[in-house]
T-cell receptor, first 116, second 112 residues
Framework: GAVVSQHPSWVICKSGTSVKIECRSL??????MFWYRQFPKQSLMLMAT?????????EQGVEKDKFLINHASLTLSTLTVTSAHPEDSSFYIC????????????FGPGTRLTVL | KQEVTQIPAALSVPEGENLVLNCSFT??????LQWFRQDPGKGLTSLLL?????REQTSGRLNASLDKSSGRSTLYIAASQPGDSATYLC???????????FGKGTMLLVSP
């Protein structure tokens, strides 16, 4: 399967600052990447679908101006949490849709964000 | 709106037991269903993928079944081991390249 990395694996920041999370597809070119958020003991909730070279598609209730997504290349998508607040503290996971199969998604290891 | 429910929320068994995890979904018109494993603080590892036309899939000690008409899937783990301890997530997809809808997962603890 595909290998997906995320950086950083964890980050602690002060309220009001912005944090950038990177998602990389290491061994194939991904035209589509997905960003999820997971609160403790909750399911993964899709935040947005990141499309290479075009604007991301956000799920209902997700503020696009707060969660900025950039998918400038076929191997990298970034999620920037702007003006982070404690309620943004969560586990953020990206996944990629395999180019050779429409059925499979491969997930990154996740990034733990804690906003103080 | 598709909703996915997993029962039980947590399960603790001694090593060697066979066990069943349950997943139900409200909209039976799914494209496929996938079982994942998530270790604490980690990402997801795909275990089994069942297409809507299939009844079951097997991989080693794992067997997943799908009853689309009743909106149910089960994950059977044979001869459980401490290394199986993790959270198991069920997710359904409504169409070919659409997004996944996840359940909250079942947290499994297998004690030696």
């Amino acid at each position: 399967g595909a290998v997906v990395s995320q950086h950083p694996s964890w980050v602690i920041c002060k309220s009001g600052t912005s944090v950038k999370i990177e998602c990389r597809s290491l061994d194939f070119q991904a035209t589509t990447m997905f960003w999820y958020r997971q609160f403790p003991k909750q399911s993964l909730m899709l935040m947005a679908t990141s499309n290479e070279g075009s604007k991301a598609t956000y799920e209902q209730g997700v503020e696009k101006d707060k969660f900025l997504i950039n998918h400038a290349s076929l191997t990298l998508s970034t999620l920037t949490v702007t003006s982070a607040h404690p309620e943004d503290s969560s586990f953020y996971i990206c996944s990629v849709g395999a180019e050779f199969s429409t059925d499979t998604q491969y997930f990154g290891p996740g990034t733990r964000l804690t906003v103080l | 709106k598709q909703e996915v429910t997993q029962i039980p929320a947590a399960l603790s068994v001694p090593e060697g037991e066979n066990l069943v995890l349950n997943c139900s979904f409200t909209d039976s018109a799914i494209y496929n269903l996938q079982w994942f494993r998530q270790d604490p603080g980690k990402g997801l590892t795909s275990l089994l993928l069942i297409q809507s036309s299939q009844r079951e899939q097997t991989s080693g000690r794992l067997n997943a079944s799908l009853d689309k008409s009743s909106g149910r899937s089960t994950l059977y783990i044979a001869a459980s081991q401490p290394g199986d301890s993790a959270t198991y997530l069920c997710a359904v997809r409504l169409s070919g390249y659409s997004t996944l809808t996840f359940g909250k997962g079942t947290m499994l603890l297998v004690s030696p």
